[in-house]
């Protein structure tokens, strides 16, 4: 008996053992060797599934599996068009920060390769961060922004993203933290990545950052003093800085004038002393 398996079935098998070890991956980094093999084989219905929900707008609405968000990564790292902008609320949409954020770890390869990262409000704490920071880690000099405003991320995780940013690779300009519970060791922190690699960072919003003291201040104050800082806007907001730290921000205008252009302190309670001594400063 001669026994005949076209290449139809043979074909069929492989494709169905590769999405069974793609659905067995929990990271879509590990499958990303797994979707070439697919389309080597000339599958790409995943693919294309994807694809259809990007051109949709409905991404954000979506209910997607495991292999689906591999798939994401995929098409969009092997896209042709530059990532140039990561926003999570284009890929979820709903109120649940738990969700929100196993949606953000999922897709880390994308956004260590994105050039502007917009992560606010969605549920990263200190071990949150971690994950990030390893991920920016691993490739520091392609992002220019990073949005992380209105996480509940603490000291603790501004340490660890300040460890990027002393990294001499890091080329990011823009950091946003309002309202991210930093406080004057968070200040230390960033003030200290400033000091060792003071060239790139142009902007930093720390508003809404409210037990930040003079002492905080003063330590970022210090780091802008070195004249290879080139921060141009600090803002400050809500911040409880009082007319001590308008003494330390005042010696800044004096002694590195050339590059803050824009040191927004509203709704902190600064007297008449505090102003004089910032206006003697510009």
């Not at 930040?212 to 780091?223: C, H, R, T």
Request: charged share 25%; proline share 2%.
């Amino acid at each position: 008996m001669t026994l005949r398996v076209s290449s139809s079935d043979s074909n069929e098998k492989t494709v169905e053992y590769i999405k069974k070890k793609i659905r067995a991956i929990d990271s879509p980094e590990r499958s990303i060797n797994l979707f070439h093999c697919l389309n080597e084989v000339g599958d790409h219905s995943l693919v294309e599934e994807i694809h259809q929900f990007l051109k949709s707008g409905r991404m954000h609405r979506a209910k997607l599996s495991s292999s689906q968000w591999s798939a994401v990564v995929f098409v969009l790292l092997t896209s042709e068009k530059e990532l140039d902008e990561f926003n999570i609320n284009n890929f979820f949409g709903g109120n649940n920060k738990m969700e929100k954020l196993e949606v953000t770890e999922k897709l880390l390869p994308v956004i260590k390769e994105s050039r502007s990262v917009q992560l606010s409000d969605c549920g990263i704490t200190d071990k949150g961060c971690a994950a990030l920071v390893s991920a920016l880690s691993s490739n520091p000099s392609h992002l220019r922004e990073l949005n992380l405003s209105d996480n509940n991320l603490g000291d603790s995780a501004v340490k660890q993203l300040s460890g990027v940013l002393h990294n001499p690779h890091c080329k990011l300009e823009i950091l946003k933290l309002r309202n991210c519970g930093v406080t004057d060791k968070g200040c230390a922190a960033l003030a200290s990545a400033l000091i060792s690699n003071p060239s790139h960072l142009r902007q930093l919003d720390l508003t809404d950052n409210r037990n930040i003291s003079a002492s905080g201040v003063k330590q970022l104050s210090d780091a802008l003093q070195n004249p290879q800082c080139k921060l141009e806007k600090l803002w400050l907001i809500n911040c409880g800085v009082s007319d001590e730290g308008c003494s330390a921000l005042a010696l800044v205008l004096k002694t590195n004038p050339s590059h803050l252009r824009d040191l927004n302190l509203s709704q902190n309670k600064i007297r008449n002393s505090g102003m004089k001594l910032l206006a003697v400063g510009l």
